[in-house]
Each structure stands twice: as structure tokens, then as C-alpha cells.
């Protein structure tokens, strides 16, 4: 009796096909990828060999690393060894693999319809002017060189431990920020253009946003060491939200680099109010300072 299962080329499905010349690529229609994937599904079922279907998944789209098509590679190659564990595991996606990409799908979703200012053309592109003023408010240069404009002026002792401590919250972040970015590598979004201010190499990526670390940062030291009154600490908050906003509405980044930022900012305070500098545990620093 005939067996039911067959691949598309009426070869039995317990037979690698891939390395053949007529296996073709997915991509253009040669089913032979494809019908070995869903026979790997199966083979427990089925008892297929299960080397034979490790070898089979290593060679279906889904596990293929390069985009270069199997089929080009002509019959005489051999076929590549068989992907090490954790690839294989993509068959079976954790739930916390599962919500990572829902979520991952949802930012891109999100944010590429929150991007209204990406460009001239775009929805709202005639407001990118002001959006572009709101990033100048929170680039790191104008805020270095005000923190040590007004650092070099200062005469006050109180006021000069507030202002080192500014720099020291303000160097931080630049380098938290840039590090991140390079360990994670997180590209632009597609719709952006690269039109900022004075950039950093790190700042092609944009996981986290510095903008939104800073917005954060800089919102949680002015509202902790300047005595402001309450509209003034209003316009505080909402500058740093609407700062993180326009990253998205620019298309400069995605929201969960944003949110990712903010997260970040707020908690770099909270190293600097731990580590708070003052003459009596860095009397160097200050004095240096003073010979200035
Ligand atoms: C050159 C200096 C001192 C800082 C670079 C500031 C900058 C361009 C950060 C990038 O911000 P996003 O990550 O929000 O785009």
C-alpha cells in the first residue's frame, strides 16, 4: 500500500531532499523547504529518523541564517551542519519568547504610526521645525557646556556641589547611553533621517533614546535642587514627556526606546543622589576646581 505522506516531489518524506537541484528556494516557490519543515513538525508523530529531521530543520527558512537560497548552492555542495541547540529551540518559542516578539511587533506597529513627523512630506511634517527645537533642548552639548558656563561662574560653595554634581549626572548618561547603544545595536527606525545635531558614532543606534534619559535625568535633578514654583515644576514634567514624544513623532526612534530611556534616566539620578559628590567625600575634586 502506497504511503499517504509524500513531499511535493513524490519523493517519501523520510528522504532529504534540499541537496538535490530540484529542491528550489521557498522564496520563489520550490516547495521542497517548506514540505521538509512541516515533516520535521511531524516526525515525532511519524518516527522519522530524528538526526534526519535535525538536518531537515537546520535547512528550512526558518532556521536559515543567510539569505542566500539553499537551491544556488547546486547538488555538489554538501549540505551545512546542522545548527548548534539553541537555534533549533526557535521550533519550539518559550511563552516569554512569544510576548518578547508580540511586543516587538506592536513598538514597530506603534511607532512607525506615531512617526507623523519623520519627514517634510509626512502627516504632521510641518511641525518637524518645533520638534527639532525640542531636540536641541535636550542635546547633551547645550547642556554641558551651560552646566560648566555656569560652573566656571558660580561663587557659591552650595551652588558649585550642585553644578559638579550636574556634570558628573550629565557624563554619566552620555556614557551609559553610549554603551548601551553598542552593546545593543538597535538599528534607527527605517523612516528616520539622519539629520541631528552633532552625533556620536554609538548614535546610529537607538536603543535607549538619550534624549528621553536625559529629559528624565535632568527633570528629576532640576525638581529635586531647584526650589520651583509648582507651574514651573508642571513645565518641568511636561517638557521631558513631550520631549520623549517628539523622538517617536521624528522618527528618530521607537517607543520602547523611549520608555526603555526614561526608565534608565530616572534611575541614573538615583545613582547620582547615592553617589552625591561634596567636599567631604571628594575634597579634591572641589579644591581642584576652586585653584581654577
Ligand atoms: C555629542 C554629545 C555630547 C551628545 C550626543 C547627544 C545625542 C545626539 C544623543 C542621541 O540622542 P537619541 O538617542 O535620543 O537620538
Known sequence: MPSPRRSVEGRPLGVSTSSSSSGGSPAHGGGGSRFEFQSLLSSRATGVDPACARLRASESPVHRRSSFPLAVAGPSQAPPPPLPEEDRMDLNPSFLGIALRSLLAIDLWLSKKLGVCAGESSSWGSVRPLM????????????????????????????????????????????????????????????NQMDMFVTLSVDKYSFPSGHATRAALMSRFILNHLVLAIPLRVLVVLWAFVLGLSRVMLGRHNVTD???????????????????????????????????
Open 132 to 191: 527639532k527645537l525640542l531636540e536641541i533642548s535636550g542635546h547633551g552639548i547645550p547642556w554641558l557646556v551651560g552646566t560648566l558656563y555656569c560652573l566656571c561662574r558660580s561663587d557659591s560653595w552650595a551652588g558649585r556641589e550642585v553644578l559638579m554634581n550636574l556634570l558628573f549626572a550629565l557624563l554619566l548618561d552620555l556614557l551609559l547611553v553610549a554603551l548601551i547603544k553598542g552593546l545593543v545595536r538597535r538599528r534607527r527606525p527605517a523612516h
Open 258 to 292: 523611549v520608555a526603555f530611556g526614561f526608565f534608565l534616566g530616572y534611575m541614573q539620578y538615583s545613582i547620582v543622589d547615592y553617589c552625591w559628590l561634596s567636599p567631604h567625600n571628594a575634597p579634591v575634586l572641589f579644591l581642584l576646581w576652586s585653584q581654577q
